[in-house]
Each structure stands twice: as structure tokens, then as C-alpha cells.
């Protein structure tokens, strides 16, 4: 048996010379997702959160005999939604089928789902993968299908009472599983696509995206091979509750099976669970006798249609979905504002991402942008740069940032404009998240005397007196190691200037001062 081992951060680079030398991680991704929505996918019982065990229970999510399911149009709206966002194909006729399982918190002994003929099927969803040389990549990939399904109850563990409880307020909760294709490789991967997912399901408001208060799973089907061989066998990984664990546990199961196959063994077809403390995966059940289900088809649903301007509503159904008005009313998507930011303003990648990650992000950044004079480039550096990183310090975020976006512009266009300085730039935020100014950001500069000097005659003496008193700098320099040295002055200059030196002019004059001692040598 193979040693146990907690996946440390200094061994994610081994990890991935590992698998680019000799081995592959595939991994395809099952995400189950909470529609957000009143009511349940088949009765009118609440989904609100956190309510008291068992209070939202109809007579049809506890499975009495003589109950109907009746199709909530809502979470199908929800559904069209999320394919037309993942460009996937439309069903116009789709089915629902009964899935056969005995679990406690399933009282039905079956899960109404759809496996043969599902909502949609095919798509593509774009993402940004930061990569491990810290790069920022634009990837795609590959989904399966999307299929509409109900929800288990919740089993909940008394190890010292030595019993298990039920909760069935979670039963009957509709749930999109979103299936890709096996397009992933490693931890960071599977985890940079489902935030994509989660950002584009919040945007069009169809899923909370909450993986606290379970609105957001996800299954990992993982296997290693040699890139020109066949496939491996693949484990499934359940229910990973966050997007931390997603890539912990992937980025692990890879690991385990890569030394699993090294030393002779052989990967087994099987559930595992993820252990959070320990950070390993630890099996479940095996999969060697395959599981029969008995799918059948739902006898108490009629087929799912759906309809577009040119095609006519089917008669039997009164509330189905106009494929076309879902389309019209799609709000612009994660994809949508990261081509605008790139193509419009010519914004990094790297600060893209941040703006379009970061809640309200985009939203802030438009608003100051409409207050200032300064490029939006510049403006999108600043707040991810600058202002992002004080509002860390101070454990703020830009969806409830105490300083306007007009002042934010105010403080940029001050820099920019040579007013001010970017380390006094800096000072400001913390004076205005501190509240220990309401004046202008022009006038508080002014009172401090903040401004930036910028005149060669007043710089040169600093830069002379910075030069005389770091000899071993200047040797250094005159050694070939330039760039080092001329930064350490530089950072000795500008606090002989209060940071108040512009920064260009104190380079400038430093690399002349120090070419003339070099030549005179």
C-alpha cells in the first residue's frame, strides 16, 4: 500500500515537472449547481437557507404516496440561461428520467434527473489559468452536457450519539450538473474553470454560487497516462466543497496515481473522498461491479419543450421558454467585459482578471474612469496595484470601499499629472480608509506638502549626497551590477526627499552622476 502524504506548496512544482516529463493528468469535471430560485423543481416548498431542520418539506419531497411532481418554469428559464452562457446547443424536446439508488436522504428511492435526452448538450467556456511560472494564459474547454435534476436530502453525522440524522429541506432543490469533457490537467486548472463557471452563473443570477451553503459541488473523474497512450483508469473524486479543495485534491489524486503506477501497482476504478485535514484523497466505494441505476423514463413528466421566435409553442405546454427572449435579456457575460476591457482600453490580462474576479470590481472601475482624465489603463493598474493591495491591508473590499470613485480618480489624476507622488498616492488611500481626512485628495496633499518635486537643480544635491555616502553601492555599479545598485539609490533618494522626488528625474541624475565616476576610473 502506498504511503499517505499531505500535498505541500513546495511540492506543486515537482508536481508539474513530474507530469510534464512523463505524465498526464485528464480530469473531467461534474458541477452541481443550486438553481436560485423560491421554490423547488418540483414542488412550491422553500429553498431558503439555513431555515429549521425539516420546515421546507412538501408531501412530494417526502415522497407520500399519490404525489405528482409539477415543473418549475423558473428553474428551466435557469437552465436556458446557463446553456446559451456556455454556448451549448438547446434541445428543443428534452426528458426527464428516474434514477434508481437507495440512499437515506433520497426518499423516493430514485433521483428525477435527465440522462438520455438532456437540456442541452456540446459547449465551450473560456477561461484565464494562471499558470505555475505565474503567467496569466486564456484557455477553453469542452462542454458535455447540462442537464436538469432534483437535489438528495442532507445526512447529518452524530459520532458521539452514534447516529445519523436527516434534513430533507435540501430535497427536491433543483440542481444544473454541468458534465465537460475530459480537457484538464491539473489542480489549478479544474479550479480557474469552475470560478469562470461560478462568476458567469452569479452574473445571470441562476446560482448564488455559495460552495458554503453547498450551492456549488463539484465531482472530479481523474486518470494519468503518457502522452500517445491510451487512457488510464480513472477515480472519481466526490463532492468537493470548495475551490480549494478542488485543486488540493485533484492536484493530489494525480500525485497518488503517477506513484501509484511507478512502483507496479495498478489504479482501481473507485469513489474517493477528500480529507480537508490531511489534504489526501481516501477511498469510498469501488466501482469494479458497475452500479445499476435501472434508469427508466419519468412516467409522471411529459417531455420538456422549448420553442424560439420562428418555431410555434407546443400545444400541450402553456409555460414553456422563448429560447430567443432568454438571449435578448442575457446580461454581458465574464467572457463579454473581458474582451471589452482588452480590446477597448488595451488593459493587461493580469488586471482583467483581477478587476472581473474581484466583486464589483468592473462595476468600481467603470465609475472612476467616468470621473478621470487618466487612461483607463492606468486607472485599472492603479486599482489593482495600488489600491487593491491597501485595501488587503485593511481587509476592505472594492463592493464596499469606504472611498468614492470619485476620489479614487481624484488621487490618479493627481499622479498622473505630476502633483504627486505613487508612494504619497499610497499614503492618501490609508488617510481616507483610516478617516483621518474628508478634504479633497488635492488639498490634503497640499496641507502635507506632498507635492512632487520635479526641478533637476533641487534633485542634484540629494542625488550627489545619496551617491558620496553608498560607496559599496557605487562600486557595485561600476562592477556591472547596474540595475541592483541604481535601484537601492534610487530608493535612498527618495527618502531623503520624503518621497516627495520624481522618480524618473532622480534615476536620470543618478545614472549621470555615476557614468562620470565610472569613466573616471
Known amino acids: 500500500m502506498q504511503p499517505q502524504r499531505k500535498i505541500e506548496a513546495d511540492e506543486e512544482i515537482l508536481f508539474y515537472c513530474s507530469t510534464q516529463e512523463n505524465w498526464k493528468g485528464v480530469i473531467g469535471l461534474e458541477i452541481h449547481a443550486q438553481i436560485n430560485c423560491k421554490s423547488k423543481l418540483f414542488s412550491a416548498s422553500s429553498t431558503t437557507f439555513g ?21 418549475n418554469g423558473e428553474c428551466v428559464r435557469a437552465g436556458v440561461k446557463t446553456a446559451i452562457a456556455l454556448r451549448s446547443k438547446i434541445n428543443r424536446v428534452s426528458k ?12 423516493q428511492g430514485y433521483q428525477i434527473t435527465q440522462q438520455r435526452q438532456p437540456l442541452a448538450v456540446g459547449g465551450e467556456v473560456e477561461y484565464i489559468l494562471i499558470d505555475e511560472k505565474n503567467r496569466y494564459v486564456l484557455k477553453t474547454a469542452r462542454v458535455t452536457q447540462l ?98 479543495a478542488l485543486k488540493t485534491a485533484v492536484d493530489y489524486e494525480v500525485m ?58 407546443h400545444p400541450t405546454q402553456t409555460n414553456t421558454t422563448n429560447i430567443d427572449e432568454e438571449i435578448r435579456k442575457m446580461p454581458p457575460l465574464p467572457r463579454d467585459i473581458r474582451t471589452k476591457l482588452l480590446n477597448d482600453f ?40 495600488d489600491l487593491l493591495g491597501v485595501y488587503k491591508q485593511y481587509n476592505t473590499k472594492i463592493r464596499k470601499s469606504p472611498i468614492s470613485p470619485a476620489v479614487v480618480a481624484e488621487i490618479i489624476d493627481l499622479k498622473e499629472s505630476g502633483y504627486t507622488t505613487a508612494p504619497h498616492c499610497f499614503e492618501l488611500v490609508k488617510l481616507y480608509l483610516e478617516k483621518s481626512s474628508f478634504d479633497s485628495p488635492k488639498t490634503v496633499v497640499d496641507n502635507n506638502g506632498w507635492q512632487q518635486i520635479v526641478d ?66
Open 256 to 313: 497518488r496515481q503517477i506513484d501509484l503506477i511507478k512502483s507496479g501497482g495498478m489504479v482501481v476504478n473507485e469513489t474517493r473522498t477528500f480529507d480537508a485535514e490531511c489534504g489526501r484523497t481516501i477511498p469510498m466505494r469501488d466501482k469494479e461491479r458497475l452500479q445499476d441505476y435501472r434508469f427508466m423514463p419519468e412516467p409522471n413528466l411529459p417531455p420538456l419543450y422549448l420553442y424560439d421566435s420562428e418555431s410555434a409553442q
Open 147 to 244: 442537464q436538469l435534476e432534483q437535489d438528495s436530502g442532507q445526512s447529518l453525522h452524530d459520532e458521539v450519539g452514534r447516529q445519523s440524522l436527516i434534513d430533507l429541506n435540501r430535497a427536491g432543490i433543483g440542481l444544473m450538473e454541468i458534465v465537460t469533457e475530459p480537457d484538464f490537467e491539473n489542480g489549478i486548472d479544474c479550479s480557474s474553470f469552475v470560478r469562470e463557471v461560478q462568476l458567469m452563473m452569479r452574473q445571470m443570477n441562476v446560482c448564488l454560487g455559495s460552495f458554503r451553503e453547498g450551492a456549488l459541488r463539484v465531482d472530479a473523474n481523474i486518470s494519468v497516462h503518457r502522452p500517445g497512450e491510451p487512457l488510464g483508469i480513472r477515480s472519481e473524486v466526490k463532492n468537493l466543497g470548495s475551490l480549494k
Open 51 to 71: 431555515a429549521p431542520t425539516n420546515s421546507q418539506v412538501s408531501i412530494f419531497d417526502a415522497a407520500l404516496p399519490g404525489t405528482l411532481p409539477v415543473l
Open 346 to 385: 488595451n488593459i493587461s490580462l493580469r488586471n482583467v482578471y483581477v478587476l472581473v474576479n474581484e466583486d464589483k470590481g468592473v462595476d468600481f472601475f467603470n465609475e472612476v474612469v467616468s470621473h478621470s482624465k487618466s487612461p483607463p489603463k492606468i486607472i485599472a493598474k492603479f486599482i489593482v496595484n
Open 456 to 521: 533637476v537643480e533641487t534633485l542634484r544635491p540629494v542625488c550627489e549626497k545619496v551617491i558620496t555616502d553608498n560607496s559599496s553601492l557605487v562600486k557595485k555599479y561600476c562592477k556591472g551590477k547596474q540595475e541592483k545598485s541604481v535601484n537601492s539609490l534610487i530608493l535612498r533618494a527618495m527618502d531623503a526627499t520624503q518621497k516627495k522626488g520624481n522618480r524618473a528625474v532622480i534615476k536620470s541624475l543618478l545614472v549621470e552622476l555615476l557614468e562620470e565616476i565610472k569613466l573616471k576610473k
Open 96 to 107: 426527464f428520467d428516474r434514477k434508481h439508488y437507495f440512499y437515506a436522504d433520497l426518499p
